[in-house]
């Protein structure tokens, strides 16, 4: 199972990014799956999760009303729209999925998940 992120890139604040990623060797319908991020001395963040079974959705408090997380299963596929973007969301962005259906407290937990993307830079400057 191999995931591929892409669609990071510079950006001046206030701007916007999708940020996708591609499944290979597996179906992602049978996955519940994520995006964290980490920024330099920082620790990995959750950003957004949708869970499997009842596609439940997580936002961390940082990016709610901002981004917006989507999955096409028919393109194994999943997307991060980024909006309104600030020089806080300077980060390399991973996509990750795991076989379990958290609870949603867990959701934006990163031991939760067991697959990761390589990641992808995302810079919010001007």
């Known amino acids: 199972v191999q995931l591929q992120a892409s669609g990071g890139g510079l950006v001046q604040p206030g701007g916007s990014l999708k940020l996708s990623c591609a499944a290979s060797?597996?179906?992602?319908?049978?996955?519940?799956i994520a995006w964290f991020r980490q920024a330099p001395g920082k620790e990995r963040e959750g950003v957004s999760s949708i869970r499997k079974g009842d596609r439940k959705t997580a936002y961390a408090n940082s990016v709610k009303g901002r981004f917006t997380i989507s999955r096409d299963n028919a393109k194994n596929t999943f997307s991060l729209q980024m909006n309104t973007l600030e020089p806080e969301d300077t980060a390399n962005y991973y996509c990750?999925?795991?076989?379990?259906?958290?609870?949603?407290?867990?959701?934006?937990?990163?031991?939760?998940?067991?697959?990761w993307g390589q990641g992808t830079q995302v810079t919010v400057s001007s």
């Open positions: 990750a999925i795991t076989s379990l259906n958290p609870i949603y407290s867990s959701m934006l937990q990163p031991t939760m998940y067991d697959v």
């Open positions: 060797g597996t179906t992602l319908g049978d996955y519940s």
